[in-house]
């Protein structure tokens, strides 16, 4: 099983050279600790900020700069601020390559649920709504199953859904998924974990064809 | 004619029972501090407050919240505020969530003359309820329309007297887009020059948009969360 | 009869301290030569200017700064720039206090027409369309007639409309005109120009109430 | 991923006949000079062009109206241009004339993922004909699209080596907006600088919107109409 760390490594393998990435808060944001050498991307925060660049020393900490999880941050040579307009321009006219993103559940049509637990959490989308309507390439990071053991991999979504058909791809602590018209098709198995295992924790439609390889390359 | 004001009770003046308002601010960076420690001592209730969000319990809008002088937020993410969630499940505060970039394009669209447009975000979701769908090039999109709102109040970096505002860094945010869309707007600013200080080449915005501008005093700034290396 | 430069100041005084005001290209240009003193107004140009100075000493004429008229200009203490989004932004949403505009007609209820000349004139709108379509307070400056001396106040508009029911007032070579429900009502004559002439000249509705006062305080 | 280009002529590969361009300026004030004349040079025809203006005669998109590269004009005015005249009143050319705002909008409307939005300008007009009208409270407005265009050409002042521009005065005009609107934009400038020269907090159009930029070279930014006091 991957823990949250691998998670994020083995989407940061996603990672091309030049692309613009949004990360959303949680795993998503580890993904920045993990971008292969040789890889320039430039990061997105949709408060707007294009160029993050790392956490700050404490003596340059500074409160008018922050990033969409209000954690303080830094620029980057390059960098270019822009109003929240302007920022969700960008993400809703398609030139964010990437965006990597929190779920709750997943379905096998690509549909996402990530804002709200009726009457229980009321936290609200955010910019969630907005990048899986307009990103091109949506990676979800997240648990395969919740915390009573349920699979979040589901045929259909029990909770309000952020968007439809969007999801092209999940990467779990169980393995690597794309979805595609005949749901979610498994790529690869974290290491150590059977297809059987993968098959037991997945409710919606999967599909495992060949050999399914272990994940390689990450946690070294 | 003079837009400056000596602080932000002067800055207030006309705000009203049941009155709508924008607040600018993403997080607690970038909102009007001063502006909204002076509505919570004035006491005006009732108020529908356009925030993306909140603030914190004992912070920001979270004081207004804790003064019972909201009646409605409409916000993006309102997570990070116990006396929020408080209210809104006994039933004491209405809320409408909406996707941060269409809140933002509200905004913009109520400053720049666009009645309503044509947005993919929330197509499909609850946020879509009640409005109209539209496809365009074989995608689903629905429509939104611009806000409606008595005051805004921004709060920026640096102003001159004719209301021209520099915003600082990411406490950009929403400012501008508010700045634009209040039927009377407020800026308060952390630096007041005169007119000419401010190079015209990099006016955030433009002065014809703000009616009201003051220095504001004593900014806490309060971080969310301070992480560093 | 009043001439190019005395309508301008004519409509000059109509300039309200603090207001935001969009000059037309020909006589509406003018208008900035007559600002009273007092008042102080800050000029639009919807190219991008915010805040427009006079015209530059030659050395200090830059390609970079010009007008609505493509006119080489001058900054002033407080001038901002934008872009054309920003600029029409301001427009439509009524932030600017006056517009003044040039027309080839107007009628009584307001129309206007001062784009297009059927096969004739294809010079297009600029940002006239916007503007009348958006301003609160639209004041014409214009001929009474055109040079066949056939009135250009009229009850139906001969060319295609640039806005519906949008000009408050019409300073003519011949007097002013306010535009109400009744049609034009004529509230002042150009120094000799008597009542008959103005009716004559005026082929739309026109109120003629009481005694008519002849123009004051211009042309000193 | 490296977005400099060494001139124009590279700028401009892959603009074939019949794509539809946008181009920045307002009458010659802040056109693509460069890359106006490398079209020029390649003969490319049936061009569709968004443009405020056509240029003159002589200078600006004139030049390809000379050339008879252009098939269609999208713009605002057009009365400085003979030769414009000559063609479209002889049928050769097309043209479309859209309300200078409404010209705007549609372009930060392609750049902003908004395909569609209401505008009041040219309601009741020629304009108007064939386009939706609603009315929203109690006033009358047209529904406009974006653009959709294949490349999206612009002149800055300044940019860096990660596409991030700053205009200069009024040169600005509809150069950000077609910088965010194009399928792909190419950005000519005056000074091609390192990234981290230009400060964050005064980038006009941030470096995502570009996709080629290249430091132009010879401007004669030619003058309409010289006037001085």
Redesign the interface.
């Known amino acids: 099983m991957l823990n949250k760390e691998q998670i994020a490594q083995r989407i940061a393998k996603e990672l091309e050279?030049?692309f613009?990435v949004n990360l959303g808060i949680g795993i998503p944001t580890l993904v920045a600790n993990y971008i292969p050498t040789g890889v320039?991307v430039?990061l997105?925060?949709?408060?707007?900020?294009?160029?993050m660049g790392?956490?700050?020393?404490?003596e340059n900490?500074?409160?008018?700069?922050?990033?969409?999880?209000?954690?303080?941050?830094t620029?980057?040579?390059?960098?270019?601020?822009?109003?929240?307009?302007?920022?969700?321009?960008?993400?809703?006219?398609?030139?964010?390559d990437l965006t990597v993103l929190g779920a709750m559940e997943v379905n096998d049509e690509g549909d996402i649920a990530n804002w709200?637990i009726p009457g229980k959490m009321?936290?609200?989308?955010?910019?969630?709504?907005?990048l899986v309507?307009?990103a091109k390439n949506i990676i979800v990071a997240m648990q395969h199953t919740n915390r009573a053991g349920d699979s979040k991999l589901l045929k259909e979504l029990s909770l309000?859904?952020?968007?439809?058909g969007c999801v092209k791809k999940v990467v779990s602590n169980l393995g690597v998924f794309e979805i595609t018209e005949r749901g979610f098709e498994l790529k690869e198995r974290a290491p150590g974990v059977s297809v059987e295992e993968i098959q037991q924790a997945t409710e919606g439609r999967l599909v495992v064809e060949g050999e399914i390889p272990e994940i390689v390359g990450i946690w070294e | 004619m003079n837009k400056v004001v000596q602080n932000a009770a002067e800055a207030i003046v006309g705000i009203t029972d049941g009155m709508t308002l924008m607040l600018g601010g993403f997080g607690l960076c970038g909102i009007p501090e001063n502006s909204i420690n002076a509505l919570v001592k004035s006491g005006v209730k009732n108020l529908t407050c356009i925030s993306n969000n909140a603030g914190v319990d004992d912070f920001g809008i979270g004081l207004m919240l804790q003064g019972q002088q909201v009646k409605k937020m409409i916000s993006s993410y309102v997570g990070e505020n116990a006396e929020f969630e408080r209210q809104l499940l006994s039933g004491e505060l209405e809320v409408e969530l909406l996707p941060q970039g269409t809140l933002a394009e509200r905004c913009r669209a109520a400053g720049a003359g666009i009645p309503a447009f044509f947005t993919p975000a929330g197509y499909g979701t609850e946020v879509a309820e009640g409005k109209e769908v539209r496809e365009f090039k074989g995608k689903h999109y629905i429509m939104e329309q611009a806000f409606d709102s008595d005051f805004a109040i921004v709060k920026a970096w640096k102003g001159d007297t004719d209301g021209n505002l520099i915003f600082k860094a990411t406490s950009r945010n929403f400012n501008p887009l508010m700045a634009m869309a209040g039927k009377i707007t407020i800026a308060e600013v952390e630096e007041l020059v005169e007119p000419g200080e401010l190079d015209p080449n990099f006016i955030h915005t433009p002065g014809i948009f703000v009616n009201r501008i003051f220095k504001g005093v004593n900014y806490e700034k309060r971080i969310e969360q301070t992480t560093t290396r």
């Open positions: 050279d030049g613009y320039s430039t997105q925060s949709e408060n707007g900020l294009l160029g790392p956490f700050p020393t404490l900490v500074d409160a008018d700069l922050i990033n969409a999880g209000k954690q303080t941050i620029t980057l040579p390059g960098s270019s601020f822009f109003d929240s307009a302007t920022s969700f321009g960008m993400i809703r006219s398609g030139r964010v709200k009321v936290k609200g989308m955010g910019g969630a709504m907005d309507a307009s309000p859904v952020t968007g439809l």
